[in-house]
């Protein structure tokens, strides 16, 4: 076997830039602003790089689409349209650094998904190639695992050889150069690779050939038994409901959805072997996969549905009614058309996912509908006037966890202007109130979140929902100092303090220990020397003052207490964590206590 060239290699990668330039570029801007992330120059965020990915799949497929047609032009005019979408996604929708819009988080998901989608579909639009529409897919699925290997084996040679270097001559490299390596080697070499081997005659693909012998025995072997163990439990399950006539549990929900992807995957990847005599095995599943999938989408709405009426519809949900509802119709299809052409299912899976994400019907405006929806039907039950609360009444403990509850999900969510029709006070000053500090819209400290929570659903239920303690913990409080700024001077002896609730007696020496004790009259340290307490320090003034502010970073100065009684003591608290429980108010403690 003769191995090729680097004048060869070089002219293949010339080529590939040549047919997806747009692509590529995608990739190395993609690239270079996630290496900018890694110390935070140039203002850089996740969004940036987020739209870039999305924009190397979108352009990928443009291209392609063009190419099958032979139209330069319209591979010119496809690219610069692209990289208007990107942008405009990016500037309006794409996740912030932290992911905490969920919105946005799940809109990037989907949409990546529909990318890749387009580009196994985008050659065939207009074409009925069957056998070239699978082998298409199969060297692209065959060339995204094969970039992977060659990717890794890159970077950990790459990566072995530095580090090497680096020991050998002393060269003190920065350990950042392992992160830009792999970002090159993943985001640029693999993208590149890639599309190096994307087939250029398109139509020489319908031509028979022999099916790949791996593939084979990859989806005989693996694939379909898989299929058939998940059927067995789900439908030893399904009796199990039948007998003792219960309702689904909500994971059954998840494994019918796994069932269904391994399935869909094993019967598009052994589509040629259909009337292959010599895998009747395979040709065995193609037949009975589908129908047996069609009881299966009954338990699947039994479970959804089930919890769907007992707490409304949120997002996930949503996709599990939505996926269910296209498996059904993909399966009957596929029972009852003679043609059960594979092409459909992505396809059809590019329209919902669009669907899912855009418009009034999205997830995300039917999530929020139903569950402000929800909120209205419990004032109506307890004759609360709509759009004209701002005193709550007492509820039962069950009415008064679903308030929560969907008072939660709106703050989590950063909608909580989707409720104001359900309030008399404006719920912008409520929040300009609680977090007045310069957020993004809609994007709230954890702290903040709770306050808001609370605020939000007392004005509904004045019943507090049985909790644990995590859940009644309300605000942390930290100092926005360090320790190299604290004073220290007149003081000989530091100790770190750890403390929660009303913990055991902490050893700090051979001589000093300090324990915290709190109830509903005190909150203070005991200090004591052996076994004599000879000194406290008072909390409950700092809670006074820290209950009434708006910010969780305090200045180190009013963090710090001093102790009374013999033994002088300083406490410089680092962060404190406050609970709504008048018994324990102070959940955990992290500071610094001096001794003279």
């Given at each position: 076997?003769?191995l090729?060239?680097f004048?060869?290699?070089?002219g293949?990668?010339?080529?590939?830039?040549?047919?997806?330039?747009?692509?590529l570029?995608?990739?190395?801007?993609g690239?270079?602003?996630?290496?900018?992330?890694?110390?935070?120059?140039?203002?850089?965020?996740?969004?940036?790089?987020?739209?870039?990915?999305?924009?190397l799949?979108?352009?990928?497929?443009?291209s392609l689409f063009a190419?099958?047609?032979?139209?330069?032009?319209?591979?010119?005019i496809?690219?610069v349209?692209?990289?208007?979408?990107?942008?405009?996604?990016?500037?309006?929708?794409?996740?912030?650094n932290?992911?905490?819009d969920?919105?946005?988080t799940?809109?990037?998901?989907?949409?990546?998904?529909v990318?890749h989608?387009?580009?196994a579909?985008?050659?065939?639009?207009?074409h009925?190639?069957?056998k070239?529409?699978?082998?298409?897919?199969?060297?692209?699925?065959?060339?995204?695992?094969?970039?992977?290997?060659?990717s890794a084996?890159?970077f950990?040679?790459?990566?072995?050889?530095?580090?090497?270097?680096?020991?050998?001559?002393?060269?003190?490299?920065?350990?950042?150069?392992?992160l830009?390596?792999?970002i090159?080697?993943?985001?640029?070499?693999?993208?590149?690779?890639?599309?190096?081997?994307?087939?250029?005659?398109?139509?020489?693909?319908?031509?028979e050939?022999v099916?790949?012998?791996?593939l084979?025995?990859?989806?005989?072997?693996?694939l379909?038994p898989?299929?058939?163990?998940?059927?067995?439990i789900?439908?030893?399950?399904?009796l199990k409901?039948?007998?003792?006539?219960?309702?689904?549990?909500?994971m059954?929900?998840?494994l019918?959805m796994s069932?269904?992807?391994v399935?869909?995957l094993?019967?598009?990847l052994?589509?040629p072997l259909?009337t292959?005599?010599?895998?009747s095995?395979?040709?065995?599943?193609s037949?009975?996969?589908f129908?047996?999938?069609?009881?299966?989408?009954?338990?699947?709405?039994?479970?959804?549905?089930?919890r769907v009426?007992?707490?409304?519809i949120?997002?996930s949900r949503?996709?599990?009614?939505?996926?269910?509802l296209?498996l059904?119709?993909?399966?009957?299809y596929?029972?009852?058309?003679?043609?059960?052409?594979?092409?459909?299912?992505?396809?059809?899976l590019?329209?919902?996912?669009l669907?899912?994400?855009?418009?009034?019907?999205?997830a995300f405006?039917v999530?929020?509908?139903?569950?402000?929806l929800?909120l209205?039907?419990?004032m109506?039950?307890?004759?609360?006037?709509?759009?004209?609360t701002?005193?709550?009444v007492?509820?039962?403990v069950?009415?008064?966890?679903?308030?929560h509850?969907?008072v939660?999900y709106?703050?989590?969510?950063?909608?909580?202007?989707k409720?104001?029709p359900?309030?008399s006070?404006s719920?912008?000053?409520?929040?300009?109130?609680?977090a007045?500090v310069?957020n993004?819209?809609?994007r709230?400290?954890?702290?903040?979140?709770?306050k808001l929570?609370k605020?939000?659903a007392?004005?509904?239920?004045?019943?507090?929902?049985?909790?644990?303690?995590?859940?009644?913990?309300?605000?942390?409080?930290?100092?926005?100092?360090t320790?190299?700024?604290?004073?220290i001077?007149?003081?000989?002896?530091?100790?770190?303090?750890?403390?929660?609730?009303?913990?055991d007696?902490?050893?700090?020496?051979?001589?000093?220990?300090v324990q915290?004790k709190?109830?509903?009259?005190?909150?203070m340290?005991?200090?004591?020397?052996?076994?004599?307490?000879?000194?406290?320090?008072?909390?409950?003034?700092?809670?006074?003052?820290?209950?009434k502010?708006?910010?969780?970073?305090?200045?180190?100065?009013?963090?710090?207490?001093f102790?009374?009684?013999?033994?002088?003591?300083?406490v410089?608290?680092?962060?404190?964590?406050?609970s709504?429980?008048k018994k324990?108010p102070i959940n955990?403690?992290?500071?610094?206590i001096?001794?003279?």
């Open positions: 076997m003769k090729p060239s004048s060869y290699l070089a293949m990668a010339k080529i590939s830039f040549g047919r997806f330039y747009a692509t570029l995608f990739a190395i801007c690239s270079y602003l996630a290496m900018l992330m890694i110390n935070d120059n140039a203002g850089t965020n996740i969004g940036a790089v987020l739209s870039c990915s999305l924009g799949s979108l352009s990928l497929a443009g190419e099958r047609r032979g139209n330069k032009n319209l591979k010119h496809l690219s349209v692209t990289v208007g979408i990107v942008w405009a996604y990016w500037f309006w929708l794409a996740p912030s932290e992911f905490e969920i919105n946005r799940i809109t990037y998901f989907v949409l990546v998904i990318a989608l387009m580009v579909v985008a050659p065939y639009v207009g009925n190639d069957r070239g529409f699978w082998r298409y897919n199969q060297l692209l699925f065959s060339r995204f695992i094969l970039s992977g290997i060659f084996a890159l950990g040679g790459l990566a072995l050889a530095i580090g090497a270097s680096d020991q050998l001559f002393e060269l003190d490299l920065n350990r950042d150069i392992f830009y390596l792999w090159a080697v993943a985001g640029v070499f693999s993208t590149w690779f890639f599309v190096a081997g994307i087939p250029q005659d398109f139509e020489s693909l319908n031509e050939r099916f790949p012998v791996m084979k025995i990859f989806v005989q072997y693996i379909i898989l299929v058939f163990i998940y059927m067995i789900l439908y030893a399950y399904g409901i039948l007998f003792t006539w219960q309702l689904p549990r909500g059954v929900s998840m019918i069932y269904s992807v399935g869909i094993a019967v598009l052994s589509e259909r292959d005599a010599s895998a095995w395979v040709r065995l599943f037949r009975i996969f129908r047996a999938t069609l009881p299966l989408i009954v338990l699947l709405y039994a479970a959804t549905w089930a009426g007992k707490y409304g949120t997002e949503y996709f599990l009614s939505l996926l269910g296209w059904g119709i993909i399966s009957l596929f029972v009852f058309s003679k043609e059960q052409n594979i092409r459909i299912i992505p396809r059809s590019i329209v919902i996912g669907l899912s994400v855009l418009g009034p019907w999205s405006s999530s929020e509908y139903s569950q402000r929800r209205a039907h419990i109506k039950k307890y004759n609360l006037p709509v759009g004209g701002n005193k709550g007492a509820m039962s069950d009415d008064a966890k679903e308030v509850a969907i939660a709106f703050v989590e969510k950063g909608s909580i202007e409720l104001q359900l309030y006070v719920l912008s000053g409520v929040v300009k109130e609680i007045p310069e993004e819209p809609g709230y400290s954890w702290d903040q979140r709770r929570e605020e939000l007392t004005m509904i239920c004045t019943t507090k929902p049985q909790t644990d303690v995590a859940e009644d913990m309300i605000q942390t409080f930290g100092c926005n100092g320790t190299e700024g604290f004073n001077s007149g003081y000989s002896r530091a100790h770190e303090l750890h403390l929660y609730g009303n913990s007696i902490t050893e700090l020496s051979d001589s000093i220990s915290m709190q109830s509903s009259e005190q909150v340290l005991g200090i004591k020397k052996g076994d004599l307490q000879t000194g406290q320090v008072d909390l409950k003034p700092l809670l006074q003052r820290l209950s502010a708006k910010n969780s970073d305090q200045p180190a100065d009013s963090l710090t207490i102790s009374a009684g013999a033994t002088e003591a300083k410089i608290i680092r962060s404190i964590s406050l709504d429980s324990t955990s403690l992290d500071a610094l001096l001794f003279k």
